[in-house]
């Protein structure tokens, strides 16, 4: 099998005529060792953090003028959609990556997309918020790029290995299809708003079922379990960094002073607390060793695939969170206190409870000690709701907050890895 390391190509004096020629596009090996993500995987995810930014920044702009519905629907809509186009390419690059030069091309255009995707999302956040119309041919046409890169990986792939020529043109076939429907949903004029809602739902339906369609079971690729499970690490890593930025946003304009360099007691809590909720997700999430598990079981990765995309849009959801926490304190909000603690409570508790179901679910089984881990998290984090409504400070209630992701850290650091620890035995023994 050709790969990047083992393939260079030369001419008959032994030299390699470039640096990145051309390497047959065959199925990598999925037990490869020591396979990691790659400068060129780490680059292409760099272009989210502008998506995933400017959909978080959005949302709390929104949240903040009382627009809550239109917010959290607009959020979980472009969510869906950052989601699901580096989904695509991600699972991709893992069964089929070669990182010659006609691979980094087309995903250098598929980096373009990605920022015309990005361009697109005012204008579709403004058309929500106004509830005329469904405003989506900037992401429409940021995805139409995407995909013309991603339907040519996959010609590619089907023209150059035999072993996956039925896969590859399935993926062509229903990739383009689903592509038909979003540009007519896209550029269709005079849709109620109701239909281009049920229509972007179903059109999402079947961006989900693109890879049962066009290749059946979750190992009809050659994807690496160490290697996906890395690439969403890091992905997860880089949805964490909208947090930071959440908590810069919060904190900026609290500075006093004339030189800005008097800190109020608000500033101060919301670092603390942005930074330190932001640490406590990051430390729940690498509790579990996924990639342990997908080897073990393989035959779910659907499930660890598209599980995700609820976990992302908590963590992003978290950061714009904060920042409505910081227009608040900025009294530049027309939310009342609780509904800005319920803002960054929220998406925290989903966060937690979607990083435990896919424990549970990817295990196929389920630990009474992650019950009570569960049930003190959602405690504290009503906790915090009701001391807003009973009229404690913005500031410590957002402290409060951050406490929630640590009732994890803390019973997985104690007790936790050793249950985690038998289970994964147990999975070792069925194998």
Not at 62 to 81: C, D, K, Y
Not at 148 to 176: C, K, L, Y
Not at 293 to 309: E, K, M, N, P, T
């Amino acid at each position: 099998m050709s790969t990047p390391d083992d393939s260079p190509a030369a001419d008959s004096g032994g030299r390699r005529r470039v640096a990145h020629t051309r390497i047959r596009m065959a199925g990598r090996d999925p037990a490869e060792h020591h396979r990691a993500a790659t400068p060129l995987e780490l680059l292409f995810d760099l272009t989210f953090v502008v998506a995933v930014g400017t959909a978080a920044h959005h949302s709390a702009e929104m949240l903040a003028e009382g627009h809550a519905v239109q917010a959290i629907t607009a959020f979980v809509m472009a969510m869906f959609a950052i989601s699901v186009a580096w989904i695509s390419f991600t699972w991709f690059a893992s069964a089929f990556g070669t990182d010659d030069w006609l691979d980094r091309v087309l995903t250098m255009v598929q980096m373009i997309g990605v920022v015309v995707f990005a361009l697109g999302l005012p204008a579709f956040f403004h058309a929500v918020e106004e509830g005329d119309h469904l405003e989506l041919r900037g992401i429409v046409i940021g995805y139409v790029v995407m995909r013309v890169a991603m339907v040519s990986q996959w010609w590619r792939a089907a023209r150059e290995s035999p072993d996956f020529r039925h896969v590859g043109r399935a993926n062509i076939r229903w990739t383009v299809i689903a592509q038909i429907g979003w540009v007519a949903l896209g550029f269709a004029t005079g849709l109620p708003l109701g239909a281009a809602f049920v229509a972007f739902v179903l059109l999402g339906a079947l961006e989900l079922l693109l890879p049962v369609l066009s290749q059946g079971r979750a190992g009809g690729t050659p994807w690496h379990p160490h290697h996906i499970a890395e690439r969403y690490a890091l992905f997860a890593i880089i949805t964490l960094g909208e947090g930071v930025v959440g908590t810069v946003a919060s904190s900026g304009d609290l500075l006093g002073g004339a030189d800005g360099t008097h800190w109020s007691a608000d500033a101060v809590a919301v670092v603390v607390a942005g930074v330190g909720l932001t640490f406590g997700m990051w430390w729940v999430y690498f509790a579990t060793p996924f990639g342990h598990i997908l080897v073990h079981r393989r035959g779910r990765g659907y499930l660890f695939g598209y599980g995700h995309i609820p976990l992302y849009i908590g963590i992003a959801g978290a950061g714009a969170g904060l920042h409505v926490a910081g227009l608040q304190l900025e009294h530049h909000s027309k939310l009342g206190d609780p509904a800005v603690v319920l803002s960054l409570a929220v998406p925290v508790g989903l966060y937690v409870l979607m990083v435990y179901l896919l424990h549970a679910l990817l295990l196929s089984t389920t630990d009474r000690f992650h019950s009570l881990l569960i049930g003190l998290t959602l405690a504290v984090l009503v906790a915090a709701v009701l001391l807003s409504v009973a009229g404690v400070a913005l500031a410590v209630c957002l402290l409060v907050v951050m406490l929630a992701p640590f009732i994890t850290v803390v019973g997985f650091e104690t007790v936790g890895h050793r249950r985690q620890r038998v289970m994964l035995e147990g999975l070792r023994g069925e194998a």
